[in-house]
């Protein structure tokens, strides 16, 4: 670690992507070809998608509201989006899906956060004194039953707890040897939680988690940063791995599944639909304005699709 | 109270929106929508039962049509088990606002967020919304086993967590084969299920293409059975692809033809979303006055599913149909 | 009773009719419009056939292997019989059928038995000493919770037992009030068992099987004969009814079902096809001289029905 | 012991019969067929396993096949679950003479008849077959909670007669939200299912047409999953119907292409049962003698299914599929 050095062509790279493409770039490469990955919604779906489309063709996409072995030719606004049943091996349902998942057919999944402790114990639903958030969803499910688990999200220190405030998605819970397998559960537990200020992983005897991948421009004052703020003596790998930045495939990929710009351009209100929006307008130009940009794009997605 | 009708045994079950709702929801009743979030989910429902003012209502679901958060604005919701709201957004957008302003506000009546959180420093005399929190496969589960008509489904989710913590309603016990840990999560008493269908007859078959949600148990779980059908078909027609009916005219209590009736929410196969009119109601919802504005125009303005058609326009919802074809069709 | 003659016209329609038709067409009467029944396999499919053709149009007809509300353009050899799936409104699985009977939608269900006792328990599997019959099937579970049964077979007295050998299906148990609901079950019992010597039904305060209905031919010493038999002290219904022989719709209904003539020949080995079987044959010819008859009375049904 | 394979893993799955038999049927090997009772159930498994010769065999069926009665005549198959037989046929025919002959002779084995009746008098040293009754239901639910990965389903079946009495997994329990009586049925234990599917394709997405029996269970419930496929298609062809997928690729080991499997039974849309043959093996099999000469000749004196269907005739089965599609087609 003593010899890295940050060199201005990596500050140029840490620029050119926002946080979105940090995650989700890096995130996608966590999952692999043939696998069966159960995808949440938003970012959490787009890691996988991205994975699908670059390195994994193979993957069978799965949704939970019942959708199985999509092409994923547009990233899903819902579990149920009508993209997913677009060129799906499967139709079937929410409860299929579950059923599946708790017999061990789920390979991985990914997920999205709120709060997580040193064990990969994770909260989504509620953040003391007075915060709700969405709640588990099939979170809670996927977590306790899909062979491993990769969380993504934005970094940001509130996350990581001594203590989550409500757990909705199991982890390793006291971080004992076969905690999960004595409890009850089905699934291995999480494996990574990769966010755009690096990936941390957990130790397979101790179960705790540490930093294990960062970053090209994440210097040893970052990397002291992110370990400091944890509530734990956050470990450090000693192989420390060094993330490659979102390459071209990964980000044309985003570029395809994001005719609206919701990835691209992170604020709501300066992407190009929010104007129609912002003018109150319901009427069919600005319909048709949303329509024509995702219908373009889902035209050109089949014809490489197919 | 009028004498029990077997709407079940009736031949030919057509009814209109008005009337499904006035016959099957009263106050204190449960009741769920199909699909799954927002995709082929009832919407119109929420509108309508604004429109009639039934009371203390209970609603269930696994992920949370957003339609609940007006009918917990109104005031008429009391009880909501779910595992899920779409309530942090981009942009510190608020899903739920209705929700929110419980919590924070006790308006219009205080919250109990599933025994963990719970509006502070109440004053007034409405009763609490009781929120209940589940996983989606356990409020799927709670389906099952009311549509099985037992008393529980086997559940591994949840295992050391907080759910079954907070909900007593899970139980834990040693399975008495293998003495390993399992959890039980108990059935759901449920009076109504509205379903959106791309296809239905007039018997109640009801047939449904792309996911099919939990559709297939809600309507089993269901007292009683309300299909919304985006198109009516002969029972001919519906021989054609017997494997896509997942509700029998044996469930069935009432049909209505209603297309776009999960407006403005997408149907597969039938129709996209409206994203601008569902961000023109989650940006009006931040205040509660501009919420009652927007209920006024939206709801209350309209007399149907037709009229709050006609307001979104309806060249509009062509436009959406064409859109919703590029991905799928549903074949004859 | 005391005023009831048999005439000759009366003998003279006892012998027209074998016994598949005495039973069955009987039987049908049971059946309502509109209700969802659920039908066995051989002559009690049959019977809920005959009622869909002849008075009951509308009868929603479930097989368990998965075929709800189909036509019966033929009688069914099993109840995942091709014919099953012809003009369906639903094509499910046999989990689906038992579940929604369990839920309380199969209105009615009609079986055969091996035994049955007073209060209509029935046994399909055993008999003692040493006698396997086919075993319960989906029996048990009709019994158990569709909400009523009607028992159909040939009369003969070994049927009637002070106490069922193995107790399969289970009919008002120890025939105390509201012992069914008591144990656990979900529908309200038998409601008839119809054969070719009279219908026995139930005593709605005791559950007692008694001998509710009789041909016009049954005279006197004939109802003794049945009434003896029973291990129990059999009451007559005070109101004894009688039944109408087969009509000539319901006949017909049995002819067009029945093109190899299983139902209206009861001896196999008398069967126009057995010949071909006699000779061992398994050649074209053989096989054809079935099928056109099978063929040939599908395709004349069809057009009836639609 | 040979290095465990990924089967599901793989990405294309296409194995012959007997290879798909010898890879997942070892000695002690819990196995079931999809389909029910005679209707797209896989009798040509039954037929390689007396070819192959693997020993102490359990099946498990709701309402079973007649090929296992064969199984049981070489002796390959010492425990057999199920709620019913095809054992009492017209004219005083036996449907499982191999069943019958084992309780009245104990030859090849005894028989322990569900606990309530067994091979009288038998002085030889053959473990006795078991038989375990249960109601076709139960049976399903047992494919359930295995398809759950749950350990038990509840189910009101049964309450007050003799199966429960004498199949002692069958647990009475009271249920603890409302204290009424309940049975718990267990998971089964199953090492492979055999499924005759209409389509399939390489990567092993079997797609069903028809009743679907408990194949969506049986498929999951199982270790190992063999698709026997009356057609092989592109996935791009099995994109069309994906709500006819019941069985996804993440289910399939191994995918054999095998018109006629279910011979000489029926396949909806795709072939008729064939009553010559039939009644011929049924015949056969009344006496032990007569029995084994039909071995010989339709089942040893045949290398595979497709002699098996020479046998029969070509041109028969040609007929057969015509007379099949009278009734119904696969579309495309």
């Keep these: ?306 | 109270m009028a004498e029990e009708v077997d709407h079940k045994h009736k031949l030919y079950k057509l009814m209109s929106e008005q009337e499904a709702v006035s016959t099957f929801v009263h106050d204190g009743t449960s009741f769920t929508v199909g699909g799954f979030l927002i995709n082929r989910e009832s919407d119109c429902v929420f509108r309508e039962i604004a429109r009639q003012g039934q009371k203390d209502l209970k609603f269930i679901e696994e992920s949370a049509s957003p339609g609940v958060d007006m009918l917990i604005g109104t005031g008429q919701v009391v009880k909501f088990d779910t595992a899920y709201i779409m309530h942090r957004q981009v942009g510190g957008i608020v899903g739920m606002p209705n929700i929110e302003r419980c919590l924070k506000e006790g308006n219009p009546r205080p919250v109990n967020m599933g025994g963990f959180m719970s509006t502070p420093d109440y004053k007034g005399n409405e009763q609490p919304l009781e929120i209940v929190d589940w996983t989606n496969f356990q409020v799927a589960l709670r389906f099952v086993a009311a549509a099985m008509n037992v008393p529980f489904m086997p559940n591994r989710s949840s295992f050391g967590t907080d759910v079954p913590k907070y909900n007593k309603q899970i139980k834990f016990m040693k399975d008495p084969y293998t003495d390993q840990p399992i959890h039980l999560i108990p059935r759901c008493d449920l009076d109504v299920a509205f379903i959106t269908v791309q296809k239905a007859d007039r018997r109640g078959n009801g047939q449904v293409w792309g996911y099919e949600g939990c559709d297939v148990w809600k309507a089993r779980a269901a007292k009683h059975v309300v299909l919304f059908a985006e198109k009516i078909v002969s029972t001919e027609e519906i021989y054609r692809h017997p494997a896509h009916t997942i509700i029998p005219a044996y469930c069935t209590d009432a049909v209505v033809y209603l297309p776009f009736s999960s407006l403005p929410f997408p149907v597969y196969g039938c129709h996209s979303s409206d994203g601008f009119i569902t961000m023109d109601m989650l940006l009006s919802s931040q205040t509660r006055d501009s919420w009652k504005m927007w209920m006024d125009n939206w709801v209350f303005g309209c007399k149907n599913n037709a009229e709050f058609c006609g307001k979104i326009g309806w060249e509009v919802l062509e436009r959406s149909v064409k859109s919703a074809h590029v991905l799928a069709t549903i074949p004859d």
């Design chain 1, 1 to 306: 670690m003593a010899d890295r050095k940050v060199t201005p062509e990596m500050m140029a790279e840490k620029e050119k992507w926002n946080q979105i493409y940090k995650v989700c770039c890096v995130a996608s490469r966590e999952f692999k070809d043939r696998n069966c990955v159960f995808g949440g919604v938003g970012i959490s779906f787009l890691a996988v998608a991205i994975a699908k489309q670059v390195h994994a063709p193979n993957m069978i996409l799965v949704a939970e509201a019942g959708y199985v072995g999509f092409t994923g030719v547009t990233s899903m606004g819902s579990p149920a989006d009508n993209a997913g049943g677009f060129m799906a091996m499967c139709h079937q349902g929410l409860f299929d899906m579950f059923r599946d998942q708790q017999a061990g057919f789920m390979d991985q999944a990914c997920l999205g956060l709120a709060q997580i402790d040193k064990f990969g114990n994770v909260g989504v639903s509620y953040v003391n004194p007075l915060i709700r958030m969405n709640g588990s969803g099939g979170g809670g499910d996927i977590s306790s039953s899909a062979k491993s688990v990769t969380y993504v999200g934005e970094y940001n220190p509130r996350q990581f707890q001594a203590k989550v405030d409500y757990i909705t998605n199991p982890g390793f819970l006291d971080g004992s040897k076969n905690a999960r397998q004595k409890a009850g559960l089905v699934g291995e537990g999480p494996s990574a939680f990769v966010t755009d200020r690096g990936i941390f992983r957990f130790d397979p005897e101790t179960h705790e988690m540490y930093l294990s991948d960062v970053f090209p421009w994440q210097d040893d004052k970052e990397i002291a940063e992110i370990v400091d703020a944890a509530p734990w003596d956050m470990k450090v790998a000693k192989d420390l791995k060094i993330i490659a930045p979102p390459s071209e495939d990964e980000a044309n990929a985003v570029a395809m599944m994001d005719p609206l710009q919701g990835y691209r351009i992170t604020q709501f209100m300066e992407r190009p639909s929010a104007k129609y929006i912002l003018m109150g307008r319901h009427d069919l130009i600005a319909y048709n304005y949303n329509a024509i940009l995702v219908e373009e794009s889902l035209r050109n997605n089949m014809k490489v699709m197919i």
